[in-house]
Nanobody, 126 residues
Framework: QVQLVESGGGLVQAGGSLRLSCAAS????????MGWFRHAPGKERDFVAA????????TYTDPVKGRFTISRDNAKSTVYLQMNSLKSGDTAVYYC???????????????????WGQGTQVTVSS
């Protein structure tokens, strides 16, 4: 069982930056691939970024490539999402998710993940 708690959301002007954190409970964090998803009003939940259990493999959705960076600190059982050059279209509730996985694997489908956080709101004003 893994419990995930996101933090770091807030209100930011377009062009600004935020760093989201997702802290995981348990002592086996390094066994889990992690992902970030976002859900904007009136839209489906969308994949944002994913990272393998060791951190060596990352995957991003095209709209955030070059602006967002996913990383993890297994010693702190935390995954991060650094978001730069934010746009109004990035406004959403952001969720982190976890799934036990093999090495060097990332998942872009939300159906692959077993554990989810409660979400953190990111609002980008134009």
């Amino acid at each position: 069982q893994v419990q995930l708690v996101e933090s770091g959301g807030g209100l930011v002007q377009a062009g600004g930056s935020l760093r989201l954190s997702c802290a995981a409970s348990g002592r086996t964090f390094s066994s889990y691939a992690m992902g970030w998803f976002r859900h904007a009003p009136g839209k489906e939940r969308d994949f944002v970024a994913a990272i393998s259990r060791g951190g060596g493999t990352t995957t991003y959705t095209d709209p955030v490539k070059g602006r967002f960076t996913i990383s993890r600190d297994n010693a702190k059982s935390t995954v991060y999402l650094q978001m730069n050059s934010l746009k109004s279209g990035d406004t959403a509730v952001y969720y982190c998710a976890a799934v036990r996985s093999g090495y060097s694997v990332t998942y872009t489908s939300d159906r692959a993940y077993d554990y989810w956080g409660q979400g953190t709101q990111v609002t980008v004003s134009s």
